[in-house]
Each structure stands twice: as structure tokens, then as C-alpha cells.
T-cell receptor, first 111, second 115 residues
Framework: GENVEQHPSTLSVQEGDSAVIKCTYS??????FPWYKQELGKRPQLIID?????GEKKDQRIAVTLNKTAKHFSLHITETQPEDSAVYFC??????????FGTGTSLTVIP | ETGVTQTPRHLVMGMTNKKSLKCEQH?????MYWYKQSAKKPLELMFV???????ENNSVPSRFSPECPNSSHLFLHLHTLQPEDSALYLC??????????????FGPGTRLLVL
């Protein structure tokens, strides 16, 4: 089955700096890669996703890049703000509604 | 925030109890999921239903029994659980195209404590 690894597990950045979280996957059939943000005590919410026919996608301060050859994808947050502090999960999925999640990255933005 | 709801939000049960978790989605989706979220571990997919038919059961112990009576409701029946089953149980739904390239919408979760 699929194996998704996520690094780092914790990340602290100064407000205004950039944050990068990386994930690798093992199943070349995976074709959809969402990123979820989970604030303390709340449900995971989709913040951005990318499909395997695209190399990069951007939405305001958030961007995701995908390297299919190397089987890794990354989340980039620029101009970080305290409200970006949360746990971020990457996931990989393929046909059949099988989703595999990473172990999460706890991001702290220091004011 | 009201697209996917779960009840109860918190549950404490003994190992000999029987309880059920309920999930309801108001998004017109055809696929529903149960996940287990434990500290320091990735979200673990437990069950997947597509058009009310179970399409995935990821080696989950039989003390967890899912039920999907229609595309809007999903239950997780619990009996003779173990303390290690204490976790946050999340329900999710998606459009259900089975292509695997669709957004999942999560419920708020049920925080379960097994004593």
C-alpha cells in the first residue's frame, strides 16, 4: 500500500518568514495530493490540493509543488502570520477513495 | 461548518459498554469515511462507503462495526473496546466518484475515552 512520510514534525518560524513542509509518497498510482490544516480542537480543513497533471499551484500565501518523478510534494506558506499556527497534514490518494495521510507538522508562528 | 456533523462530540465508555457514533452529511455526497486520529500518528482510514456500499475495510478489529443506511448517514457501532481505542474519531464525506481525486470534508470528530 501507499506510504506517506511528512517532515518536519514540528516547525517554528518568526512571523513574516516562510514555512516549508515536505511529504514523500511511495505509490506511483497516487494522483491527488491535498493538504489539510487542523487547528487545536477543530476538524481538518482543506487548504490547497494538487493533481498529478500539475507541477505547482498557488493560492495567495499558500503554494504546493509536486515532483512526480521523485514522488514528493511540498507546502509553502509565505509571510506567515500567528493564525497560521496549526497542525498541517499532507495526503496522497488514488482511484478507489483510498486516502493516506502523513503524520502531521505542528507549525508555530512566533509573533 | 455544518456540512458534516457528528454526535456525540465526547464519549466516555467502559470496556463492556456498547455505544454508537453518528455522522450526517448535508452536502449531497455519495462517499463517507471513518478515520481514527491518535496522538503522534497519521490519520488512519478505517472504513469507506460509496453509495452505501462498503468499499474498504482496512483491517479494523471487529469490535468496530460500521453501518451506512443511506448516503447521508454513517454510524460506527462500538462494543467491548480497549483503552488503546481511545482517540478522536473523524467522519468525512466526498462526492464519491471513486476516482480518488476529490476533496474530503471532515466532521468535528468524536473524542472517545475508553476506561
Amino acid at each position: 500500500g501507499e506510504n506517506v512520510e511528512q517532515h518536519p514534525s514540528t516547525l517554528s518560524v518568526q512571523e513574516g518568514d516562510s514555512a516549508v513542509i515536505k511529504c514523500t509518497y511511495s505509490d506511483s498510482a497516487s494522483n491527488y495530493f491535498p493538504w489539510y490544516k487542523q487547528e487545536l480542537g477543530k476538524r481538518p480543513q482543506l487548504i490547497i490540493d494538487i493533481r498529478s497533471n500539475v507541477g505547482e499551484k498557488k493560492d495567495q500565501r499558500i503554494a504546493v509543488t509536486l515532483n512526480k518523478t521523485a514522488k514528493h510534494f511540498s507546502l509553502h506558506i509565505t509571510e506567515t502570520q500567528p493564525e497560521d499556527s496549526a497542525v498541517y497534514f499532507c495526503a496522497a490518494s488514488r482511484a478507489g477513495n483510498q486516502f493516506y495521510f502523513g503524520t502531521g507538522t505542528s507549525l508555530t508562528v512566533i509573533p | 461548518e455544518t456540512g458534516v456533523t457528528q454526535t456525540p462530540r465526547h464519549l466516555v465508555m467502559g470496556m463492556t459498554n456498547k455505544k454508537s457514533l453518528k455522522c450526517e452529511q448535508h452536502l449531497g455526497h455519495n462517499a463517507m469515511y471513518w478515520y481514527k486520529q491518535s496522538a503522534k500518528k497519521p490519520l488512519e482510514l478505517m472504513f469507506v462507503y460509496s453509495l452505501e456500499e462498503r468499499v474498504e475495510n482496512n483491517s479494523v478489529p471487529s469490535r468496530f462495526s460500521p453501518e451506512c443506511p443511506n448516503s447521508s448517514h454513517l454510524f460506527l457501532h462500538l462494543h467491548t473496546l480497549q483503552p488503546e481505542d481511545s482517540a478522536l474519531y473523524l467522519c468525512a464525506s466526498s462526492q464519491g466518484s471513486a476516482r480518488g481525486t476529490e476533496t474530503q470534508y471532515f466532521g468535528p470528530g468524536t473524542r472517545l475515552l475508553v476506561l
